[in-house]
């Protein structure tokens, strides 16, 4: 019967520390963990102020509680970017998972036939008042 000790992968996952630096400050995500991360995918799928909110919890939620009031301290004083909290986040996720998401391409972006834009990229859910290829196919 195949058996893997999962308690054991865990506890050699738990030993390393993730560790970054922001605000001039070292920080230790200690709890970058399954719950936190599902409950983080769960703001993602709700779209809209979600998406930031899920950001910023996330983030929180990974660091020890002593430190949390520290941090959010940090972020107003130092009026740190959105999109370095969000890329904060997404490096914590790769660290935690060793999946690295697909680094963005330094090329410049080769537009559509139709000189749109091939990939919008937004924290809300996209609208469009045109219907797709398909759509319009199958009416």
């Known amino acids: 019967m195949p058996f893997r000790d999962f308690d054991a992968f865990e506890a050699e996952l738990s030993n390393e520390p993730i560790e970054f630096e922001l605000g ?8 970058v963990n399954a719950a936190n991360f599902l409950a983080f995918t769960r703001q993602l799928q709700e779209g809209g102020v979600a998406v930031l909110l899920g950001f910023e919890v996330y983030l929180t939620q990974a660091l020890p509680e002593r430190d949390r009031e520290a941090f959010a301290e940090m972020l107003r004083a130092r009026d740190i970017r959105l999109q370095t909290l969000m890329a904060v986040v997404n490096w914590l996720v790769e660290q935690a998972s060793g999946s690295p998401f697909d680094a963005a391409s330094s090329s410049p972006a080769t537009p559509s ?15 469009t008042s045109r219907r797709s ?7």
């Open 24 to 31: 001039g400050r070292k920080w230790v995500a200690a709890h």
């Open 113 to 127: 036939p139709t000189g749109e834009p091939l990939r919008v990229v937004s924290p809300s859910k996209a609208s």
């Open 133 to 139: 290829p398909s759509a319009a196919a199958s009416s």
